[in-house]
Protein backbone atom coordinates (compact mmCIF):
# COMPACT_ATOMS: atom_id res chain seq x y z
CA UNK A 1 0.00 0.00 0.00
CA UNK A 2 3.22 1.95 -0.32
CA UNK A 3 2.89 3.49 3.45
CA UNK A 4 6.52 4.97 3.91
CA UNK A 5 5.55 7.06 6.95
CA UNK A 6 3.46 7.85 9.65
CA UNK A 7 0.88 8.91 10.72
CA UNK A 8 -1.04 7.10 7.26
CA UNK A 9 -4.34 6.57 7.60
CA UNK A 10 -6.04 4.09 4.98
CA UNK A 11 -9.75 4.49 4.79
CA UNK A 12 -11.07 1.36 2.58
CA UNK A 13 -14.79 0.59 1.62
CA UNK A 14 -16.62 -2.16 1.87
CA UNK A 15 -14.49 -4.22 -1.24
CA UNK A 16 -11.41 -3.27 -0.10
CA UNK A 17 -10.79 -0.41 -2.07
CA UNK A 18 -8.45 2.69 -0.83
CA UNK A 19 -11.18 5.35 -0.72
CA UNK A 20 -9.24 8.27 1.12
CA UNK A 21 -5.67 8.59 1.91
CA UNK A 22 -4.79 10.56 4.71
CA UNK A 23 -0.69 11.30 5.02
CA UNK A 24 0.77 13.02 7.85
CA UNK A 25 -1.48 15.44 10.63
CA UNK A 26 -4.67 16.40 9.90
CA UNK A 27 -6.14 18.97 12.20
CA UNK A 28 -9.48 17.82 14.24
CA UNK A 29 -11.64 19.65 12.30
CA UNK A 30 -9.92 18.54 8.97
CA UNK A 31 -9.94 14.48 10.36
CA UNK A 32 -13.84 15.16 11.75
CA UNK A 33 -15.10 16.04 8.28
CA UNK A 34 -12.66 13.01 6.94
CA UNK A 35 -14.85 10.69 9.07
CA UNK A 36 -18.14 11.96 7.78
CA UNK A 37 -17.38 11.58 4.46
CA UNK A 38 -16.55 8.17 5.16
CA UNK A 39 -19.42 7.25 7.17
CA UNK A 40 -22.17 9.09 4.48
CA UNK A 41 -20.42 7.38 1.52
CA UNK A 42 -19.95 10.41 -0.41
CA UNK A 43 -17.05 8.71 -2.24
CA UNK A 44 -19.54 7.77 -4.50
CA UNK A 45 -20.58 11.69 -5.63
CA UNK A 46 -17.54 12.86 -5.56
CA UNK A 47 -14.22 13.65 -4.00
CA UNK A 48 -12.88 14.42 -0.56
CA UNK A 49 -11.34 17.51 -1.90
CA UNK A 50 -14.53 19.03 -3.09
CA UNK A 51 -16.36 17.46 -0.24
CA UNK A 52 -14.03 19.31 2.06
CA UNK A 53 -14.52 22.58 0.24
CA UNK A 54 -18.57 22.31 0.41
CA UNK A 55 -18.80 21.98 3.95
CA UNK A 56 -16.01 24.28 4.85
CA UNK A 57 -15.31 23.56 8.46
CA UNK A 58 -14.26 26.23 10.94
CA UNK A 59 -11.15 25.30 13.40
CA UNK A 60 -11.98 25.45 16.53
CA UNK A 61 -10.62 28.84 18.01
CA UNK A 62 -9.24 27.37 21.24
CA UNK A 63 -12.11 29.11 23.80
CA UNK A 64 -13.96 26.95 26.13
CA UNK A 65 -17.71 27.84 25.99
CA UNK A 66 -18.80 28.90 29.30
CA UNK A 67 -22.16 27.58 30.61
CA UNK A 68 -24.42 29.31 33.58
CA UNK A 69 -24.50 25.62 35.20
CA UNK A 70 -20.65 25.39 35.44
CA UNK A 71 -17.99 26.49 37.31
CA UNK A 72 -15.70 28.95 36.51
CA UNK A 73 -13.01 28.63 35.03
CA UNK A 74 -9.28 28.18 37.09
CA UNK A 75 -7.59 30.39 34.45
CA UNK A 76 -9.55 33.50 35.47
Keep these: MRVQYTPTLLMLNEAGKV ?34 AEVAPVAANGQLNELKASLPSPCG
Excluded at 31 to 39: C, S, T, V, Y
Design 19 to 52: VLRINGYFASHKFNEALDFMAEKCEKAMGFREYY
